[in-house]
């Protein structure tokens, strides 16, 4: 008499996945938490650099003649959040992914039943979060130290705005990444392209002190519209006189950030490079 066996198969554990997410999100965290330099200028050196113009301008005023106006730290708060944001976004995207290609990393990926779209969305996740609380620590710092005056609905409305910047930083970097083969060179780029949004864009020096061909040029950079659609809602319940960096309507500004993150996701994903 043959007796039939069944073979039995292992039941599937339910959220392994999400569990191997979770899990790829924390070790993505720690990496960031004990790399020193990464936590350096992405943490300390934007305070430190708010806490010195803070020091310069802390009691200055927009208008002089208006003591209701607002403070101008309160104006250049929001500017130095997006030279965070593309500090960490920028250079410190493009130079990671730069890195984990040239250790092969990605390609060890490629080898493991762990999707892609994991390991980038885990990634996403914890450097939106760091802009996120980072933003917020300089808004604290400001507030605290220097008197800065936001409105307190604008707070909560600024943080889908951040969050969208972030991620527009991180696309360029990704950008950066895909196009530039060499750690060394990504650098090098990713320098060339933070100082000019970084000095262009009105966030450091006013638009109207620049030339005119540069102030065209200013007025579309990335950086300057970031700086708009963070400024408004942080803004909102106080007279400036000009909220806006560019002059360019808040529409036009919001519209212009959601292009260039569209165009430049697009191109990162079309020239990914795996090694």
């Known amino acids: 008499m043959s007796v039939q066996v069944n073979p039995v198969s292992e039941p599937k554990v339910v959220g392994n996945g999400w569990r191997r ?6 070790t993505n965290l720690l990496i960031f938490i004990r790399n020193r330099a990464a936590m350096f200028w992405t943490i300390l050196f934007p305070i430190v650099y708010m806490l010195l113009f803070g020091a310069i301008f802390g009691s200055q005023r927009i208008d002089e003649a208006n003591p209701a106006s607002v403070k101008v730290i309160s104006f250049m708060i929001p500017g130095i959040v997006v030279m965070s944001l593309m500090s960490n976004g920028i250079i410190g995207n493009a130079s990671a992914m730069a890195e984990w290609r040239q250790r092969g990393i990605l390609r060890r990926v490629q080898t493991t039943p762990l999707p892609i779209w994991q390991m980038l969305v885990s990634r996403i996740i914890v450097q939106s979060a760091v802009m996120v609380v980072q933003a917020f ?3 604290g710092i400001g507030v605290l130290v220097f008197g ?3 409105d307190t609905l604008g707070l909560a409305i600024a943080i889908p705005f951040i969050i969208l910047s972030a991620l527009m930083c991180m696309a360029i970097g990704q950008t950066v990444a895909a196009l530039i083969a060499k750690p060394e060179t990504v650098q090098i780029v990713c320098q060339l392209i933070f100082f000019p949004m970084l000095f262009l864009s009105g966030i450091i020096i006013p638009l109207p002190q620049l030339p005119e061909g540069l102030q065209i040029v200013g007025k579309f950079l990335p950086s300057g ?11 909102s319940g106080y007279s ?3 909220v806006s960096l560019t002059n360019l309507p808040f529409l036009v500004s919001l519209a212009g950030v959601i292009i260039y993150l569209l165009l430049f996701v697009i191109i990162s994903a079309r020239f990914f490079k795996w090694n």
């Open 21 to 26: 997410f979770g899990v790829l999100t924390q």
């Open 240 to 242: 400036t006189g000009a």
């Open 137 to 139: 620590l300089l808004i």
């Open 225 to 235: 519209l970031m700086g708009d659609i963070i400024r408004a809602p942080l803004l």
């Open 148 to 150: 800065a005056s936001f």
